[in-house]
């Protein structure tokens, strides 16, 4: 995907969750990284996790 300024546009990662504690969040983020980058690798862009 390409910018208004020709420049590739960023991917982006959106992750929201509630309230948790930051060992929780880096345990979610450690089991989905994988596929994550798997996604991005694909050329998916935009990744919304809820």
Not at 6 to 31: I, S, T, W, Y
């Amino acid at each position: 995907m390409v910018g208004r300024d020709g420049e590739a546009a960023p991917q982006v990662v959106r992750v929201r969750m509630g309230n948790c504690r930051k060992a929780a969040l880096f345990a979610v983020v450690d089991a989905l990284l994988p596929d994550l980058r798997r996604l991005l690798a694909e050329g998916k862009r935009v990744i919304e996790i809820h």
